[in-house]
């Protein structure tokens, strides 16, 4: 495909979703039966979805006994213990800290390494282009139980051979996750990047810039939210993932993945602290993710789907 | 803005060097190298951890690795085609167990793909048109994608415990259908929770795809149906689903392979070990390997699960892609 038909084609749609994400289609009015079975099919999901965060919410409040005993939908007594005590049975904060490392460590390397590898796929012809887009992509449908073990083995004989522990450490677990959220990140940038026009590269290539100047100056700014969505996508990706994490962690690098689990696995499960570290744990992810929601849609809809 | 003939910048390099000085050369090669320079560390990364560990994963599993080899794993003596022809007995206890949670895999992955799709694309349709508090709703829709997995599985983990678990509680307490409480997380009835589950996570994608995908369907499609006198449904069947092709066919894939793959949910909710109706073959490798610490016979069940997906791939690409084509025709 040539440069000027993609540039040609991006312009038109780029505007085009811009304008539909304000003002979405409006045909012509739906009729009554369509607004009931909306309206039932949606009150029925919104309970689907609602229920595992009304129970892990109601729960955490709760004295022990409510937990251990019968499933009460309104707790006897409101108790903020278990917010007290989670993070003493469990070293929570530690866990935390070290998932806050990882995760953010992770997103912001992926973030920077897909903006390169994408400005490059989008902006210049050469040869295993092709080649390079469909590896990385098709990493996607290994099975992670396929190279857990050879990765575990290839980690400790870095380990032994340079001395850089990569088994165990955070550093380890950073690389392996960034290279969990490359594959979409660079996907989707390369189909947001495209969409900037190539003229404004240019432009400021004229006016002195060098590629990576270009790239900074105009096509990172122009990008911002499909960037910002690349981001959320990593940081989840990272925070939440388990296989790797519970093979690659030790005591002191062990993230909130792993950790969580320390309250499940002990004789007595107290599931009222349980549910209040889960939903401590996750109240950054969904809240940041929420926040910034509307850039993962504006991202998809200008960069993945086309 | 007017798009005159723009060349790609690598492109107009090589033709530029018609004076040949010393300076021009190195910004040539410069030009030449830039591209792979900037694919460089993407390159590399995905080296590291996904295709050196994957052609070390083929080569492990001509390999009889127990665990007296792991420290130095070239040691360990050559096996052939063993571990292969182990996994594929069907006959012996190995090959069968394999078997059986390959198709538990496959039924669980049918299921759950169909269902996350059928749900996300229904709550898209019906949230395309604006309505008051249709943000709100998107909102919470994306909660359970937003999660971090452990968390919202362990909750529901907590739902479906048999004594104290909310599921219990209405099933056999409130609406009394059960003569029993129920075991929901060892048994039979374990497929059913896994499933449950695995839509409650994975539904939220489908509709944020397929949502994304909707709002890149021109306005005007719409209504120049409706002065055709296009009723709503005829809308979505006529102009919707088939403008949404393109994106379902990698929507569906996705799907496919996250949750033919899924390791973290079963887990999770089972432990090490899932019981035998709900025993999806990612676990079933990871117990193959490190419970019993026979990593050759796992990474050959790992390597025919990966032949397994490319051909499923492969023919997936192949027939969706050429019923593509001859429906633009």
Known sequence: MSSQSLSKESLPKRSLSKRSLSAPRSPMAAPRSFLWSRRIFLTLLTGFVLLPVYV??????????????????????????????IWSTVPLAKYFVNSLIVAGAATVLSVVIAIFAAYGVS?????????????????QM????????????????????????????????????LTFSLPF?????????????????????????????????????????????????????????????????????????????????????????????????????????????????????????? | MTVTAQPAVGEEALPGATGPTPRRRTGRVRRIALPYLL????LLLELLVHLVPMVIGIVMSFKELTQFYIRDWGAAPWAGFDNYSLSVDFDAPVGEALLHSFFVTCAFTVLSVGLCWLLGTVAAVYMQETFRGRGFLRAIFLIPYALPVYAAVITWAFMFQ???????????????????????????????TLLVVSVWKGWPFAFLIVMAGLQNIPKELYEAAAIDGAGMLQQIRRITLPSLRPVNQVLVLVLFL???????????????????????????????????????????????????????????????????RAADV
């Open chain 2, 162 to 192: 048999r004594d104290n678990g909310l599921v219990n509680h209405v099933l056999h307490d409130q609406l009394g259908l059960t003569d029993s409480p129920s075991f929901w997380l060892i048994g039979d009835n374990s497929f059913v």
């Open chain 2, 39 to 42: 694919l460089l560390p993407a």
């Open chain 1, 142 to 177: 290994f099975p992670g139980i396929l190279f857990l073990l050879p990765l575990f083995l290839i980690y400790v004989n870095i380990g032994d051979a340079t001395g850089i522990a990569l088994f165990g450490s955070r550093l380890g677990l950073i690389l392996t996750y």
């Open chain 1, 185 to 306: 990140s660079i996907w989707m940038l390369i189909g947001y990047f495209e969409s900037v026009p190539r003229d404004l590269d240019e432009a400021a290539m004229v006016d002195g810039c060098g590629p990576l100047g270009a790239l900074f100056r105009v096509v990172v700014p122009a990008a911002v939210p499909g960037i910002v969505a690349v981001a959320v996508y990593a940081f989840m990706t990272a925070w939440g993932e388990v296989l790797f994490a519970s093979v690659m962690t030790n005591d002191t690098t062990r993230t909130l993945a792993v950790g969580l689990q320390g309250y499940a696995t002990q004789n007595d499960v107290y599931w009222n602290q349980v549910m209040a570290a889960s939903l401590v744990v996750s109240v950054p992810v969904v809240a940041g993710f929420l926040l910034l929601q509307r850039y993962l849609v504006a991202g998809l809809t200008a960069g993945a789907v086309k």
């Open chain 2, 258 to 324: 996250w949750t033919f793959n899924d390791f973290n949910t079963p887990y999770v909710l089972f432990g090490k070990a899932a019981p035998e109706a709900a025993d999806l073959i990612s676990i079933h490798i990871y117990q193959s390997s490190f419970v019993t610490w026979n990593f050759g016979t796992g990474s050959a069940m790992s390597v025919l699960l990966l032949l397994f997906l490319l051909v499923v791939t492969g023919v997936y690409l192949i027939l969706t892609s050429r019923g593509r």
């Open chain 1, 56 to 85: 892990m919410l109601s729960s955490s409040l709760k004295p022990l006994q409510d937990v251990s005993g019968k499933f009460r939908w309104v707790p006897s007594g409101l108790t903020i213990r278990p917010y007290i005590d």
């Open chain 1, 123 to 139: 902006r210049y012809r050469f040869r295993g282009k092709r080649l390079f887009t469909v590896t990385v992509l098709s990493t």
